[in-house]
């Protein structure tokens, strides 16, 4: 008998809290003085903001995450603010929430579950996603809308997660430049993706990956910075894939036998390797390309169709037939890639 009482005590213990913001929430117990929010029959409406910690008969515990279906389908819950120290968002933890238009979330984050915030008010207005087709919560990239997320991807500098199934089955892409930032990339992330052959990655560190973030696709080449070779083919996932380091002509970088040490035509402009001579900014209606000498620049679109060519020879301005993301190339030189909002 006391060793049953013993093992039930060590279990987990389910307990309710009234949070500041005016909601009862549930929640169960994890290892040590650690908690996750669970689903509740009472579903919480209006604004609710997590506290970072709760108490139960005393003892005071951490949340640490949103439980699979923990807020699915709360269709009067209007926004949500999560604590630092949550870090795991379950699958489906606010899906279907449509009146959900507010979303803050935590630096602590290392894992954005399967259709997380999908369906979401803020996951349904178009007007927050980026030129390039993006959805960003925060630093994290949750979704990708179909008929912008074209051609040559690139996420945004400062992004520090990217969720699961964010980019699933875009057949639309054929490139993606990941940030330094980014730290995790969930499951499935780029499942599906069947025309995408790069992805150029911007870090020296692998980002931590979830299962099957690429799924079966094969053939997929991944540039990295020269020197970063070997962290990547010691990595889970990455070893599996093609690594191709970017550096300077010349060598350098500690590449090994089979590496390209020239750095391959499409990374040059993400090692910035040969960089163009000539400053490009992103304009109203267009570009603005400034340069010292005589430059030829030819602009593509994300299809990788030429939209404009200019001589430059000082500043000149190139007007563009839609927002998007742009290539700047002149033979010789690396391209510049740019968006124009």
């Given amino acids: 008998m006391l060793l049953l009482a013993v093992a039930l005590a060590a279990g987990a213990v389910d307990f309710t809290f009234t949070v500041p913001s005016g909601q009862t929430l549930k ?28 108490t139960n008969e005393g003892t005071t515990y951490s949340v640490v995450e949103i439980d699979v279906d923990a807020f699915r389908e709360c269709g009067e819950l209007t ?3 999560i604590p630092e120290g949550v870090k795991t968002i379950g699958r489906m933890a606010f899906y279907g929430d449509t009146a959900m238009m507010a979303i803050s979330l935590p630096l602590s984050l290392n894992d954005i579950g399967i259709s997380a915030f999908t369906r979401t008010g803020y996951w349904l207005d178009t007007t927050n996603y980026s030129a390039n087709g993006l959805l960003y919560i925060g630093p994290y990239l949750i979704n990708f809308h179909e008929e912008l997320a074209v051609g040559d991807i690139v996420i945004d500098d400062g992004t520090r997660g990217i969720a699961a199934i964010a980019l699933y089955r875009d057949t639309n892409m054929t490139s993606v430049t990941i940030p330094a930032s980014v730290q995790f990339i969930g499951m499935w992330a780029f499942e599906g993706c069947r025309n995408i052959d790069t992805v150029f990655m911007l870090g020296s560190t692998p980002p931590a990956m979830g299962s099957l973030v690429f799924g079966t696709m094969q053939g997929i080449t991944v540039k990295v910075p020269c020197g970063a070779g070997n962290a990547y083919r010691a990595a889970d996932v990455w070893r599996d894939m093609t690594i191709v380091e970017a550096c300077a002509s010349g060598g350098g970088g500690g590449g090994n036998p089979g590496d390209d040490p020239g750095g391959g035509g499409g990374m040059i402009a993400v090692a910035e390797v040969q960089p163009l001579p000539a400053a490009v900014q992103a304009a ?38 839609a927002s998007g993301f742009y290539v700047v190339s002149t033979p010789g030189f690396s391209p510049v890639k740019v968006m124009v909002r």
Wanted: proline share 6%; glycine share 8%; net charge positive.
């Fill in 27 to 54: 929640f169960t117990t994890l290892s040590g003085s650690t908690v996750k929010v669970v689903k509740h029959a009472t579903k919480p409406v209006g604004d609710l903001v997590i506290p970072a910690t709760v």
């Fill in 79 to 81: 926004s949500v603010v």
């Fill in 284 to 321: 109203e209606g267009g570009l603005t390309i400034t340069s010292q000498q005589p430059l030829c620049c030819s602009v593509s679109d994300a299809l990788g169709r030429v939209v404009a060519t200019v001589q430059v020879n000082g500043t000149a301005q190139v007007a563009l037939p």
